[in-house]
């Protein structure tokens, strides 16, 4: 009756700044909580101290994605692409992911497929050598689909399990920009039948709604496999992923949490969605 | 965008008078979702709505415009207003050299920025020198060297020195000593809720007192905004702010909460990887932007 009404509406209310301020977008949240009242009424819920775990496991739920099987074809070395916008936090995540396969033995090569940017190059043969990982590259200013060619030519003849292709940070909605990424994939695919194992997009947990436009442009452009939430070691909570994820069906594979080699977990939708709250 | 979803509600409201709660209110619930749409933070736009709502409440409704048009008015103006004037100012010190410390979260655009900001004030007759303060991240020093390199701007030879506060007090001597001026220093990205990373920063400011301290932050930075500004100018006391990657499509209201709960200029925006993609703010462009 009314008292319990009154109470409900006080804690949709808590709950609405809540999911806004952890960047699940305002429409998103809107409708999530229209939801939740209907479900109240529907009496699914019978009691106002059950409201946060239902959200939290319908949240959880929207963020597990059947994960893509990735395509076991054991002719070629493990192809990974690794594409953002600018400062996301790609050639950290490579390292991170390096030094992953490091430890399971696997022999890594990494590709600089950035040859646009000052030093990037440079920084991604660091993370090579602290990951004990073989290096492709070529000079400044080449084309970043010669140095992708080369490297699957590479990984193949030195016999690699993982080759992990780097490219510069890009705004998605530059289109020459994408195109080049385009034009990568295209070479990847002329090498391999099905192109790379896996994509990856390497997203910035502190972005707020723009990430949907990132995600949504890049999986236009390359058809994404995955994505990673880096800086989720920051206060903010990254919660676009979740409209990511329930509008495109990509996953999130690995969380960045710090700017150390060992400083990526596999995702676990369970915990980020009882973070979110 | 906002014009295209107002237009039926705006419909709706013929004819003049006052505005009144009842005749605002759909349109203020559509502001306000724009707002958060472009990533304003929700307590901000609540305390924007309600003053919204005192202003527009009340008010006579203009003669070319219907009620909901005069609304968006007095939002645009209001926004115009918070954002602050038009700017593209670094503030140089009567004693030179005025020392310029860049800070901001990882990846923001500071390195690239501090480069842009030596190539403006070069082209504008200054002598800068850039400072690689960044010891942690792989290749950061090289990274500035080459940009310097580019544009002919001297860079602080760090000699393997691994203590920033160290390099920023032996760059500042060696600016006196060559009558360099400004001296723009970058540092390593870091999380406002870092401590050892903050008081890192504190010790820097302790050692070398800058002029201007400028938070480097990205435009397409989510509700976070406001808690990373707030810290950011709670350690260090920011002077600026330096808006970057304005050249996407990100909505900019990260740009409202950091300069409501600072208080701070926008100096300039960044708008591309180019040395030369820096450029002046100018309020009602980002004001529009921001409104969608
Ligand atoms: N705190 C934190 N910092 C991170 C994380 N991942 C990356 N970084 C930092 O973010 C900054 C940018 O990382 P990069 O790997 O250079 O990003 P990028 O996407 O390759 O950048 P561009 O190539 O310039 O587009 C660096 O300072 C990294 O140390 C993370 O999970 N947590
Ligand atoms: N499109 C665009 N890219 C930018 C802009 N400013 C910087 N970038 C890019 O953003 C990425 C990160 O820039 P950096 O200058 O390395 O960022 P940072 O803050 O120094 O990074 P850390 O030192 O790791 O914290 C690079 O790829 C830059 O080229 C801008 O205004 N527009
Ligand atoms: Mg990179
Ligand atoms: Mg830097």
Redesign the pocket.
């Known amino acids: 009756f009314k008292a319990k009404k009154v109470d409900e509406s006080l804690m949709i209310d808590k709950l609405e700044e809540l999911l806004i301020s952890a960047d699940l977008g305002v429409k998103f949240t809107l409708q999530v909580l229209n939801d939740l009242r209907k479900d109240i009424k529907e009496r699914k819920i019978k009691e106002s101290r059950e409201i946060k775990d239902f959200l939290k496991e319908k949240i959880s739920g929207m963020l597990t994605k059947k994960n893509a099987e990735i395509l076991c074809r054991n002719d070629s070395p493990h192809t990974v692409m690794v594409v ?12 991170k992911l390096a030094y992953q396969y490091s430890c399971e033995d696997k022999k890594v090569l990494l590709a600089a497929g ?1 040859t646009f ?1 000052a030093a ?1 190059i440079k ?1 991604l043969q660091i993370w090579a050598e602290r990951t004990c990982s073989d290096f492709i590259s070529h000079q400044d200013g080449a084309d970043p689909s010669a140095v992708v060619f080369d490297s699957m030519k590479a990984a193949k003849a030195r016999g690699k399990d993982i080759l992990i292709i ?1 490219t ?3 705004l998605h909605t530059n289109t020459n920009l994408m195109e080049q990424l385009k034009k990568i994939k295209r070479v990847i695919c002329k090498e391999m039948e099905d192109g790379p194992h896996e994509i990856l997009l ?1 997203m ?1 947990a502190t972005t707020g709604q723009n990430g949907l436009s990132q995600a949504k442009m890049f999986h236009e452009a390359l058809h994404l496999t995955g994505i990673v939430l ?5 206060t903010s909570k990254g919660g676009i992923v979740v409209q990511i994820i329930d509008e495109l069906k990509v996953p999130v594979k690995y ?5 150390g080699l060992e ?2 977990k596999v995702f676990n939708p369970e915990e980020f969605a009882n973070a979110l709250f | 965008n906002l014009s295209d979803r107002l237009e039926p509600i705006l419909k709706k409201l013929k004819g003049r008078g006052k505005l009144n709660e009842e005749n605002i209110r759909e349109s203020l619930r559509e502001i306000r979702i724009a707002l958060l749409e472009a990533d304003v933070n929700f307590k901000i736009v609540k305390g924007f709505i309600a003053r919204i709502a005192d202003k527009a409440v009340g008010s006579e409704v203009m003669e070319s415009l219907t009620p909901g048009h005069q609304v968006v008015k007095i939002v645009h103006e209001e926004l115009i207003h918070l954002l602050g004037s038009e700017s593209s100012q670094i503030t140089f010190s009567r004693q030179p050299p005025t020392i310029i410390l860049m800070v901001g979260l ?2 923001s655009g500071k390195t690239t920025s501090a480069a842009k900001l030596a190539k403006k004030l070069k082209d504008e007759g200054e002598k800068p020198f850039l400072v690689p303060a960044d010891v ?2 792989p290749a950061a020093i090289e990274q500035l060297n080459i940009l310097g390199e580019k544009l002919d701007a001297e860079v602080f030879a760090t000699n393997e020195q691994k203590d920033p506060v160290k390099i920023c007090r032996n760059a500042c001597a060696e600016a006196i000593e060559k009558g360099l001026n400004p001296i723009i220093i970058d540092t ?2 870091r ?1 406002h809720v870092d401590e050892k990373l903050m008081k890192e920063l504190k010790n820097i400011k302790v050692e070398i007192e800058p002029h201007e301290i400028l938070l480097v932050a990205d435009a397409m930075t989510g509700q976070e905004a406001v808690n990373i500004a707030q810290s950011f100018d709670n350690s260090l006391g920011i002077d600026g702010i330096i808006l970057t990657k304005m050249d996407g499509d990100a909505r900019g209201g990260a740009a409202l909460s950091i300069r409501e709960i600072t208080g701070k200029p926008i100096k300039f925006i960044g708008v591309g990887e180019k040395l030369e993609a820096l450029e002046a703010f100018h309020p009602d462009r980002l004001a529009s932007r921001i409104l969608g």
């Open positions: 953002g916008v600018n400062g996301s936090g790609k050639t950290t995540t490579i390292g950035d940017r990037a920084q780097d510069a940070g890009r390497i910035d880096t800086k989720l070691d920051s969380i960045g949490i710090g700017e400083d990526l | 990882q990846g942690y991240r390593a990205g999380l």
